[in-house]
């Protein structure tokens, strides 16, 4: 069994940061990419910022220059490193990861895609 669980959530005013941590724990062979999601109140489900197994990282427009993306596979972790926040970046954060099991890397299969069970950012005006 893996599971990712995420850190960090709060309220924070406007122009303020925050730092998100998302650590894996359970039965992992390898970590592939990750990264971490948002959800606004009636909105879907959004990639905010992306870091593969080699460090390249990529992030959606509306938060590049603000947030940092880093990863740290000896803690099989990730952290999003929010700054100047906004209030349009009110939403639950979702940390997401790629993982290859130990029995699926045995029998050659691919990693697996999981989800951690979200944490509320609050950013006030």
């Known amino acids: 069994q893996v599971q990712l669980v995420e850190s960090g959530g709060g309220l924070v005013q406007a122009g303020g940061s925050l730092t998100l941590s998302c650590a894996a724990s359970?039965?992992?062979?390898?970590?592939?990419?990750m990264g971490w999601y948002r959800q606004a109140p009636g909105k879907q489900r959004e990639l905010v910022a992306a870091i593969t197994s080699g460090g390249s990282r990529n992030y959606a427009d509306s938060v590049k220059g603000r947030f940092i993306i880093s990863r740290d596979n000896s803690k099989n972790a990730i952290y999003l490193q929010m700054n100047s926040l906004k209030p349009e970046d009110t939403a639950v954060y979702y940390c997401?990861?790629?993982?290859?099991?130990?029995?699926?890397?045995?029998?050659?299969?691919?990693?697996?895609?999981?989800w951690g069970q979200g944490t509320q950012v609050t950013v006030s005006s």
């Open positions: 359970g039965s992992i062979f390898s970590m592939n990419d």
């Open positions: 997401n990861a790629k993982i290859l099991r130990p029995i699926e890397s045995l029998r050659g299969g691919v990693p697996s895609n999981y």
